[in-house]
RNA sequence: GGACCUGUGGCUCAAUUGGAUAGAGCACCUGACUACGGAUCAGGAGGUUAGGGGUUCGACUCCCUUCAGGUCCA
């Protein structure tokens, strides 16, 4: 049974509507719906709704107390759910009977596709990933990956039709760098012959070219020009730029020598993904995209929204928005980035008239985006609305900002292969897992090492900024990706020796403490989901499951599941176990970790 | 010069978008039916939410201002 609106929210309205009842018969006034403000009951209250009375308070002219008091009276009769209630302050908090979260596991959590909303109906597309083909992806890439990949996860369970796209910037001065250097020093190495990563290889190259670049630059300050002169005299430099003609220019050699080196970058892009876990419907090209956009600039040419300055050049006045006045195409009539960009998403319109884009890049690029998604609103792009710019906080290091260039980066794969490493030993450590064969413990330890760098970087609000320091290994203890695994797998433990078979969860006797709040907490689930589809924000349903984690915890240690006394006592916490299990391996399946059933 | 983002116990993060005594994890200290899986659980200690002012029944959250860190635009 999929879902139209959060199972909690029938409740919520349906008393939402008795207290604005409950007004108008107590007080005579009319309180607008949205001004009766429900949330969840604080931990250490005794309830599970509460009720905000304050709002109210202005109108009923009669103290915090008794208002509450009235409302609550008035409520219990009115809402066959309200088993009692309890006043403090302007707070009402409302408990609900166990008979309505007892039928919630029955109706909604173990339904197998519990927290699956029904179609909206709309597209979306999640751009994410877009790498350069100089070098090989490092930290910042992952966040970028894995925060794509789970919104796109999160959009897809909210009800959005997802394409998952990514522009992959395959040209320019960085890839002629790299392929000047190749072919100068590389005598003709491949990955064949050297046993490297395709994208390592074109990578080292980068490198390679940066150190003798910079070797020239010395001596030619030596021999007397400044660094500026320096540094675009150098001859390296400028075998460069003129690599980067011959390819504008279509030059056989250069086009084949361009295809060979990004064939390479992509056959190790593939691994990275593949190992991330991570994918795309489709890909675009910079190479393919970089000369559009000029027929944009025509178009607002006449529409009046550009203007040419004396010297050709066209340019957008945003100083009316708060912006400065922005270039949009060289006076020699070459683009500039936004030129392309303006063209790249008409170009994706026009492909999947999608009703929302979402562009996963870091922060640094905000006030490019902001520019970007303006200009096509000036413009007069409808879909401009649609257009959202997921701005996460860049990966530093303790020692400051990435720089690939200078090799102070964090590999991907040199960090991927770390994670699995340690995973490796923790659980050999422990020594749980006698009887996997040595392939089912190899795939154990990528789901754990994945587990723990995906949670890592997902659990943290995305436009925070995130300090990853390479000495601190990542836990695997407490709030991470493996404590919850571990709950799962204990789970799965437990089900496994009651040969649990799922069928009619009816439970007649009353709730224990925890299995409430397990109970409330599970259904709480798609309400999640939709606070985290709405917000971008993957880091909602980080919180979540672990929040989920620790409770089931707590309650494994307070009630006896298998050896609870009476057995429809025993049949109904097996089925809380199995609802909870469910809802761990969905959840953690939307931040793209897996969960083992043993570990 | 202008604009944007961030600032919460020693460290890493939360806080239902203006609600109750600001919650977790790590690290530290104490403990757990002689483990239904201890990668667990219970408890302790640790906070003027960067500083100051304002708005109101109520502010980590909104406004003004100062400071610190980061980023962008020309």
Known sequence: MRLNYTPIMTLEYTIQLATQKAITALYKIDLPLEQIVLQETRKEFEGQITLVTFPVIRLSKKSPEQTGTELGEYLK????????FNVIKGFLNLSINDTYWIKQLQQHILKSDYGQFKPNGQKVMVEYSSPNTNKPLHLGHVRNNLLGYAVAQILTAYGYEVIKVNLINDRGIHICKSMLAWTLFGNNETPESSGLKG?????KYYVIFDKEYKKQIEELQNAGQTEEEAKKNAPLIRQAQELLLQWEAGDEQVITLWKKM????????DKTYKKLGVDFEKYYYESDTYLLGKDIIEEGLTKGVFFKKSDGSVWIDLTADGLDEKLVLRADGTSVYITQDLGTAQLKYNDYQMDQSIYVVGNEQDYHFKVLFLILKKLGKTWANGLYHLSYGMVDLPSGKMKSREGTVVDADDLIDEMITTACKRTEELGKIDGFSEEEK????????????????????????????????????GNTGPFIQYTYARINSILTKAHYVQHDANHSTSLTAVERDLLVTLI?????IEASAKEHSPAHIANYIFELAKLYNKFYHEEPILKAEDTSVKQFRLHLSAGTASVIKKGMQLLGILVPNKM
Request: no cysteine; charged share 25%; proline share 5%.
């Open 77 to 84: 009769k009115q809402v066959k759910e309200i088993a009692s």
């Open 262 to 269: 990004n064939s390479w970058v992509y056959a190790g892009f």
């Open 199 to 203: 994208d390592h290889l074109v990578g």
């Open 442 to 477: 190899q795939e154990l330890y990528r789901m754990i090492g994945l587990g723990a760098l995906k949670y890592f970087l997902l659990k943290v609000e995305p436009k925070k900024r995130l300090l990853f320091d390479p000495n601190e290994s990542i836990d695997f203890q």
């Open 524 to 528: 709480k689930y798609p309400t999640i």
